[in-house]
């Protein structure tokens, strides 16, 4: 059985896949993204790994921190896990650009906010 995990645990994760998944774009332009399909599957993976992690975060943390888009982080695992054959690259490629920094720095701020 696996140990009970908080949800703190669970932010860490989410944290920790964004940040693998900047370093796994790093240096790259959409062109380079669209035809490298070992980080086209990480990407997808890891945002996974994202959605399936804010999943589980308890539904009032969710309404204190609503500036966080959980609903969306969870469809997008949805969409990725139920729909894996018709993956837009540059609808990732702009979540990756676009949402991922913000959404890092979101994070980060509700975990900081659970030092304090």
């Known amino acids: 059985m696996r140990p009970q995990r908080s949800y703190r645990d669970y932010l860490d ?4 896949a964004i940040g693998e998944i900047l ?9 380079t993204f669209r035809s490298d399909r ?3 599957l990480a ?16 539904a009032n943390e969710r309404r ?5 888009p959980w609903q969306e982080m969870v469809a997008m695992r949805n969409k990725l896990i139920h729909q894996y054959f018709g993956v837009d690259l540059e609808v990732l490629w702009r979540t ?14 509700v975990l900081a906010a659970m030092e304090n």
Do not use: C, K
């Open 13 to 16: 994760d989410i944290l920790r």
């Open 23 to 31: 370093s796994f774009v790093e240096d790259m332009d959409f062109e």
């Open 38 to 40: 070992r980080t086209n």
């Open 43 to 58: 990407v997808i993976r890891a945002l996974e790994i994202i959605g399936e992690a804010a999943r589980h975060i308890p």
């Open 64 to 68: 204190r921190h609503s500036q966080v």
């Open 96 to 109: 990756v650009q676009e949402d991922l920094p913000p959404l890092r720095d979101e994070i980060s701020r």
